[in-house]
């Protein structure tokens, strides 16, 4: 048997591989890449600059895991639907294994590859712990509510050892190998790489797993919140590109922690994960507009200036500015900082989410279709299963509560560096004399605020109250 295993960049490993354990089972089998210009023509490729370095990063150690087991990662340029075929054709291949995919853009192109290949494409589970769309509530519908999911979701899930990664790998006959042209760089894309960005492939990804189980792990109850500590796994740019799965993270961390609180606050997340999957897959209309159908036509606001400040960090709120520096200086935002920063631009500002989120997936090296849509919807108060679009959180007091000593802002704000942590999540409201000794000069070193938050909190909740039940302001 012949086997083609189609490499998609969402499971860039050669360990927990189903697609590939299958083949190796099964005969001769040719690992194949495809340089599609969706997303690696250099216009594209420039609009999702740390997502690409990250990829191709992970591309380079596949293809050495690859080579050292005997085998090699065949790479060819062209459009999936008619590389894919065509390689079926000349190498003869019985057949074609790869990981499925939620989103909508992977499910179609996939719709259009069976219909050329028939049978003879196989997709495997395992971007997911349990398979999208399976789960139903009483009244067999998809589920809407976190919470009966993540109960259903427990109830029906059991745990199975991650596969070991095949020992050694059949050679890749020459004919089709010569047609494998070499991974392009970042340069090559007119991408310029960003040292600040986690380092993509298995290796390292393995090396962050292992130091998040002996470090912050037996704290991540208490912990991950907390803007100025090190309190996460930073595993989700791992997750997106799989260079681990999601098993393997479960089972590592069941393993290391137990039945621990730090251990199912981790998990609860996981599950939070395969509900934004599981949801996406179901309604795939949500790429395009809110799950809260009320949402529709809500009046956003055009606001350039408003737009602009967000996005490089200049609003005057110093975590909101905080979240969006470190998302261009590092290609990473912490949770609760994205929270808090989508939440400001779309109720203190009241733009639209779906720029904010557009934002997020070009910058973000995690940035993925379903988790960033779900947590875009949650954070404007329209999707499924999301924050009352009525809670506003208040910048300064989220700060002051989730950034106690101010270093998160003192980190990627570094003109308010000198503030002392009681002032440093409102300057406007600091003494004079404070703010000299810091060498702070608002409205010239930092800016003043550009909304005030009691009357951006009221604006948006007299619009979007009215907006809902229907009436026009
Ligand atoms: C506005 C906004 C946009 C977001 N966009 C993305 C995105 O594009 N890609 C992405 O992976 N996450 C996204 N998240 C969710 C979350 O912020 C990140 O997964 C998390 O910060 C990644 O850091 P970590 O790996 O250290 O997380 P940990 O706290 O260590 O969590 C472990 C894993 O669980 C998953 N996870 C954690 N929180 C969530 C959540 N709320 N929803 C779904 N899955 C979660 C992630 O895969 C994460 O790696 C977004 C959240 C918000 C509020």
Redesign the pocket.
């Known amino acids: 048997m012949r086997t083609i295993v189609w490499f998609r960049g969402k499971d860039l490993r050669i360990s927990d591989h189903a697609p590939l354990c299958n083949a190796v089972s099964a005969g001769e089998v040719l690992p194949l890449f495809v340089l599609d210009p969706y997303f690696f023509a250099p216009s594209r490729a420039q609009e999702i600059p740390h997502r690409i370095q990250f990829l191709l990063e992970s591309l380079v150690v596949l293809e050495s895991n690859l080579r050292s087991r005997g085998s090699r990662l065949v790479v060819i340029k062209g459009k999936s639907v008619d590389v894919v075929p065509r390689i079926v054709q000349s190498w003869k291949a019985d057949r074609v294994v790869a990981h499925s995919w939620v989103a909508p853009i992977g499910r179609e192109r996939d719709r259009l590859i069976a219909e050329v290949l028939g049978d003879r494409i196989e997709l495997f589970d395992g971007e997911t712990l349990l398979q999208p769309g399976t789960l139903r509530s009483g009244s067999a519908k998809p589920y809407s509510v976190f919470s009966p999911f993540s109960r259903a979701w427990l109830r029906a899930f059991t745990s199975q050892k991650p596969l070991t990664a095949p020992r050694s790998l059949p050679p890749v006959a020459g004919e089709i190998a010569d047609q494998s042209v070499p991974l392009p760089s970042c340069e090559d894309l007119g991408v310029t790489p960003n040292p600040r960005l986690q380092r993509g492939g298995e290796r390292a990804a393995r090396e962050r797993l292992r130091a998040?189980l002996h470090g912050p792990a037996a704290a991540?109850a208490e912990q991950?919140n907390r803007l100025d500590l090190d309190g996460?796994?930073?595993?989700?740019?791992?997750?997106?590109f799989g260079t681990l799965s999601?098993r393997q993270?479960w089972v590592a961390v069941r393993e290391a922690l137990g039945d621990t609180a730090s251990a199912r606050a981790?998990q609860n997340?996981?599950i939070?994960?395969e509900?934004?999957h599981s949801t996406l897959w179901d309604r795939p209309e949500l790429m395009q507009q809110p799950f809260r159908s009320e949402f529709k036509g809500f009046p956003w606001r055009k606001d350039d200036a408003g737009w602009n400040a967000w996005v490089s960090g200049e609003t005057g709120y110093p975590v909101v500015d905080a979240a969006a520096r470190q998302l261009l200086g590092e290609g990473?935002?912490?949770?609760r900082a994205?929270?808090i920063?989508?939440s400001f631009l779309t109720k203190h500002l009241m733009i639209d989410y779906r720029l904010?989120?557009a934002n997020?997936?070009k910058y973000?090296t995690?940035?993925?279709?379903a988790?960033?849509n779900?947590?875009?919807q949650?954070?404007a108060g329209c999707g499924c299963d999301a924050q009352p679009y009525f809670r506003v959180f208040n910048p300064v007091t989220q700060g002051k509560k989730f950034d106690p000593h101010g270093n998160y802002v003192r980190r990627w704000v570094p003109e308010l560096a000198k503030m002392p942590a009681k002032y440093i999540h409102c300057p406007w409201e600091t003494p004079n004399r404070v703010l000299d000794e810091a060498d702070v000069r608002l409205g010239d070193s930092y800016p003043r605020p550009m909304v005030d938050h009691k009357q951006a909190r009221q604006r948006y909740l007299d619009v979007a109250s009215a907006h809902l039940k229907g009436g026009k302001k």
């Open positions: 998040f991540y991950r996460t796994s930073r595993l989700s740019a791992d997750l997106k999601v993270v981790f997340e996981l939070w994960r509900f934004t990473f935002v912490h949770n994205r929270m920063s989508a904010g989120e997020y997936m973000l995690d940035g993925d279709w988790q960033n779900a947590s875009w949650w954070s």
